[in-house]
């Protein structure tokens, strides 16, 4: 029986490759169904096909036989859904087989695969030519290019948001001072969208190997193809017949982001060379003093003894006194983490890594030694389940006993000063052993899930916030992101908010850039203009390198801290709108940042090099980027609504606009009909405020809702039920605001609710009412 199945396996085997010219997949030798899908060999490749959702069609080629199926991305890799096959008559040469709403046409000789919605229209389809091939080891898919054909995502990738005629590549790498065209920068999010023909799809490849995207850039204007270095031709085919649809589909499967502590989302104040206890104190008192609302300072890496991770140099001989004082003032504090491991015998990080057999080796068993801020280091092996416990074990003494909640992790490409890690070094072992080419692009995503995971047990149910610099796809699940070593410019400000965007339509919601930029020093005006900027980014952090200027907000002389007041005021005012846009992301995937093709995909005025910056903030609120030496801005208006000035209440149509933008009036608009829950000005997330829910609605023609949501913004109780969710529906036919009855255990921080209408009358018009649970009808003034 054995032989025999060994013979079989013979005859049916795809042949092996020749590596001095490419090699095509080649043409179905067989068929059988297998759980969620087919299984079909080819002449030179085995192939799988299987659904995850009627819209989620996962597509596995290998010239290997399938060895055990992993993903760094995916927690559950069960298909959840199956494949149906349809026969057709008298054609033998193509196989069907579709789902509610996907058909999968694969032609037999030579194999290819096209795949169509339910209407009959070609969502995409290989390159009839290229198909998957194969040169040595490196694997391509091949796709046809439509005329029209543009796409978006691909995460922290520079350029413009419509990727057509670029190439990128994956490997994360250390990219300081970046410039607006480099490629690759520090973390990997292999997920894209395509849009042709009112039609739009996603894929999603799932190879952890350098790979290379190439959007029909070069003269070939009929194919597009992606491809990696090694591995399989492993993707997810995403044919939801709307940007959000893909989204939701992409993130159900490479997960959500938790509820972010609320304190991450007031004002960071961060920078390189705070290096002493008082520092930390008096920035933190005089921010009270001035009055600038702030939530975080950042402790970067002058806070160790010698960069050695887990340690406090004698500069901070009472971490507890100090961070008790900073608490009793409302700061929290978020410190630092690198990976490297200081080589140093006696430290105990490093004891325990070369007792336990915990960091990376080359082959043979060597000891991988890099060079980073502490000198000469080892790496620790988060592929190894052992290294990650202790990993995140190692925060509980240091940080979350004295009070720290927040772990910036850093340097995760992995970066080594001036060279390359040898792609030899090994991480693993036995059956899961692999070498750095694999892991690199891995390596933060891991190290992030390693401290969210270790610091979240250490907590007591409290949530960590997890900040880090390389990542994969997945990353949402453990950390927020943020773009790097980036300059004080007006043009990496604005690269900044593509990144931005174009991460967030990638699958990851909490992100920022440092804001003023890393290196060099912003003039007043950038700083003022960023800093506007950062009210509607997710996460708002100053952060500034050690070489340059301080760049506490109270620097820039009295008439500019007024401005910079107000900006954080606002900020903290829009704390509900942004906690409930937040939810969305958490439940949906549905990011706070949207880049306007998400709503406005079909319309090519979007992707317009002048408009493609602006982007929606939450449902109802469109934030238009202005360079700090512009006064007047182009700004385009999408939809058919009309939309306010958030500042000054002017109406605008739809179409393209000249306004003016002095630098503390950022253009944001307000869509009519919006319905904007704020909170009266607090100084840090723990203020309580007047009690009062400022509801604000802007007048519009049409019926708008709104899911608002709270819950206690600190412990995980919202996945047992405690928050407090309503919806709100203004009418604007009845002329009526109903606030249903509200959902969840929690009780709402508000006692009162304050209707604010804009556009109603002549001026704006306020009224009070008690903040009931039940359902509440208000009829609005005429
Ligand atoms: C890296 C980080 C930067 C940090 C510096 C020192 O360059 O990207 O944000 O300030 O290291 O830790």
Redesign the pocket.
């Known amino acids: 029986m054995f032989a025999a199945v060994l013979l079989l396996g013979c005859i049916t085997s795809p042949k092996a490759q020749d590596n001095r010219l490419s090699e095509q997949i080649g043409n179905v030798k067989s068929t059988k169904a297998i759980v969620g899908g087919y299984e079909i060999v080819t002449t030179n490749a085995w192939v799988r096909i299987t659904a995850y959702s009627p819209t989620t069609i996962r597509i596995r080629i290998s010239q290997q036989l399938f060895g055990e199926d992993h993903s760094f991305a995916i927690d559950s890799l069960m298909p959840s859904s199956g494949l149906n096959e349809a026969k057709v008559k008298g054609d033998s040469n193509v196989l069907i087989y579709g789902t509610d709403s996907l058909t999968l046409f694969i032609k037999k000789a030579p194999f290819s695969i096209s795949v169509y919605n339910k209407k009959g229209e070609e969502l995409c389809a290989d390159d009839t030519a290229l198909r998957v091939s194969w040169f040595g080891n490196k694997v391509s898919c091949y796709k046809k290019l439509h005329p029209d054909e543009r796409f978006i995502g691909l995460g922290e990738k520079t350029g413009n948001i419509d990727r057509r005629g670029a190439f990128y590549q994956h490997w994360n790498t250390?990219a300081?001072a970046y410039g607006s065209n480099t490629d690759p920068l520090y973390s990997t999010i292999p997920f894209f969208i395509g849009i042709h023909d009112q039609n739009v799809y996603g894929i999603f490849f799932d190879n952890t190997n350098k790979s290379y995207f190439n959007f029909g850039g070069g003269a070939d204007e009929e194919l597009f193809h992606f491809g990696a270095d090694d591995g399989e031709m492993n993707y997810y085919f995403f044919g939801g017949s709307s940007v959000t649809q893909i989204l939701k589909d992409y993130t159900a499967l490479t997960g959500h982001t938790p509820m972010p502590p609320l304190w991450s989302l007031g004002f960071q104040q961060s920078r390189?060379g705070y290096d002493n206890q008082q520092q930390f104190l008096d920035i933190a008192k005089t921010f009270r003093e001035k009055k600038l609302p702030a939530d975080v300072i950042v402790s970067?890496?002058a806070y160790m003894d010698n960069y050695k991770v887990f340690t406090w140099s004698n500069r901070f001989p009472d971490v507890k006194g100090m961070l008790t004082q900073m608490k009793q003032m409302g700061f929290d504090m978020v410190t630092?983490i690198?990976p490297g491991i200081k080589v140093e015998p006696g430290y105990k990080a490093y004891e325990d890594g070369i007792a336990n057999n915990y960091f990376a080796k080359y082959p043979g068993g060597r000891t991988y030694i890099g060079h980073v801020?502490p000198g000469s280091c080892h790496f620790p092996d988060f592929t190894k389940p052992a290294v990650r416990t202790w990993w995140g074990n190692n925060f509980k003494q240091p940080y979350v006993n004295n009070g720290v909640r927040g772990f910036w992790n850093?340097?995760n490409e992995p970066a080594a000063w001036g060279k390359e890690f040898p792609n030899l070094i090994e991480f693993g072992e036995g059956k899961y052993k692999k070498t750095l080419y694999t892991v690199k692009n891995v390596y933060g995503l891991l190290m992030a899930k390693s401290t969210y995971e270790g610091t979240k047990a250490a907590m007591n149910n409290q949530r960590p916030f997890v900040l880090t610099?390389a990542a994969y796809s997945g990353v949402q699940k453990y950390s927020a992101q943020w773009t790097?070593?980036n300059v004080s410019s007006d043009e990496h400000m604005l690269l900044g908010i593509r990144l931005l965007n174009s991460m967030t339509v990638s699958g990851v919601p909490f992100v920022g850039t440092?804001v003023g930029g890393?290196i060099g020093n912003p003039t007043p005006e950038l700083f003022i203009r960023w800093m506007s900027l950062g009210v509607y980014a997710p996460l708002f952090r100053n952060?500034t390198?050690?070489n340059y200027n301080y760049r506490e907000p109270w620097l820039f002389g009295e008439e500019n801290t007024i401005k910079l007041r107000k900006i954080l005021e606002q900020r903290y005012q829009l704390l509900p709108y942004l906690y409930s846009a937040f939810y969305q992301a958490h439940v949906s995937g549905m990011p706070v940042n949207r880049m306007l093709p998400i709503n406005y995909t079909f319309n090519e005025k979007v992707y317009d090099e002048k408009y493609q910056n602006e982007f929606l903030f939450g449902d109802n609120m469109l934030v238009c980027p202005v360079e700090s030496n512009k006064s007047v801005a182009d700004v385009y208006l999408p939809g058919n609504s009309q939309w306010y000035r958030f500042s000054n209440n002017q109406v605008y149509d739809s179409g393209s606009h000249f306004v003016v933008s002095p630098l503390d009036d950022l253009p944001v608009f307000v869509k009519a009909g919006a319905i904007i829950p704020m909170q009266s000005i607090v100084q840090n997330t723990k203020e309580k405020g007047d009690g009062i829910l400022y509801l604000h609605i802007w007048k519009g023609n049409e019926k708008c809702s709104f899911v608002y949501y709270e819950d206690d913004g600190e412990t995980y109780a919202y996945e047992n039920s405690s928050f407090y969710k309503r919806n709100i529906i203004y009418d604007a036919l009845s002329n009526s605001l109903l606030l249903d009855k509200k959902e969840g255990n929690y009780t709402s921080k508000f006692t009162k609710v304050k209707i604010v209408l804009h556009g109603f009358g002549k001026g704006v018009e306020e009224k009070e009412y008690a903040y009931k649970d039940e359902s509440m009808i208000i009829r609005l003034l005429e």
């Open positions: 250390d300081p390189w970067d890496i630092i690198d801020w850093d340097m610099r790097g070593d440092d890393f952060h390198c050690i």
